[in-house]
């Protein structure tokens, strides 16, 4: 199939890779930050791309022989503008992660004020987490979900920044399963005085198909990453508007700003063959039947909560408006790390995640995270889905059965043979 040379030649890698295939092929991924992404993208990320030096920018590199590297990076650009309606994109930050701190970098100076969303209520490391270097840097204060709905309130978070008049305000989240209201952000920024910034990692796809509020015009930069519903490979992206909010005398504007925080800021040379594949992603997410993927992902999202309301599980706001949900097992008295090795055992990949106003600690939280995107990349639809809802509950109610697991297991995998991942793995 693939990789013949490696398995002569280096047999414990190839091992360990064959393995994983395996399991990606065989098992189920729930996780709500993972995606299979397209042939072509895994392709082109195996070519000699990888090879290259291109520090700089197309028409400004630093080393010479970057002909084809600069119309990779021009192409990535120009289609990433279309894609998200964004007036700059730098197609170089090699993570979400290194995306936000870009951001941070290109904003703001150490120990400015940022307003983000509490990590326990669903925000990010990035979003000014202690042991995440913009907790560190910057003085990062937070806002939660509301006690009762477990939703944004904005009258909340308007409140708390107009008493700390942050220089930037973050919106957006890893474990929110609500849809984000960017208008209502962009109001309070203005009162505030603060830039937007918008974290749309997990719901991109969503939003350049239109099923979810676009956060332009409202915020001055967005960042993302590629791989989760966007289903591109592992990176990050960040797009803006042309000009500065505050800096209009003269002095860098906001693309300038962003760039040059990116490289030289942060980062070295970018990842050209990580480019190439965003490149191949952001024009097949321009396709109708991308839309249609991303209308799946939320009717088997649906499917599955469905199932879930059935049978009396507590979901996290009452449900979801987007690809992912929260569960809460606090019922089960027993943290979720050993629920979540359960549901390993029997084949479903997904993680335990804190709750809000979670009572446990987030090594061993009280809630389980899950997303449809990857397994609608597969071909699941909501009959499936619900199926998969139903071998959740199954697995949890004998989380300590190691047979009633291994039996869902070969379910699982029976389920999975019908939609095989790669046409070309075998
Ligand atoms: N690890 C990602 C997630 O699971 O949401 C965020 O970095």
Known sequence: MI????????????RAVIGEIRRQQEELVLIASENYSSQNSLEVMGTPLSNKYSEGYPGKRYYAGNKFIDQVEQEAIDRAKKLFGAEHANVQPHSGSQANQAVYLALLKPGDKVLGLDLGSGGHLTHGSKVNASGKIYEFHSYGVDPKTEKLDYDQIEKIALEIKPKLIVCGATAYPFKINFKKFRQIADKAGSYLMADIAHIAGLVVAGLHPHPFPHADVVTTTTHKTLRGPRSGLILCKKNDRFDLEGRADLATKIDRAVFPGLQGGPLDHVIAAKAIIFKEAMRADFRKYQQRILKNTQAMVN???????????GGSENHLILMDLSDLQVGSTKIQNALEEAGIHLNRNSIPFDKRSPFDPSGLRLGTAAITTRGFREKESALVAQMIIEAIKNWENKSKLLEIKKRVKELCKKFPIYSNLK
């Open 307 to 317: 199932e879930f309301k059935k049978e009396n599980v507590r979901l996290v706001g």
């Open 3 to 14: 990789l013949n040379n490696l398995k002569k030649q280096d047999p414990k890698i190839y």
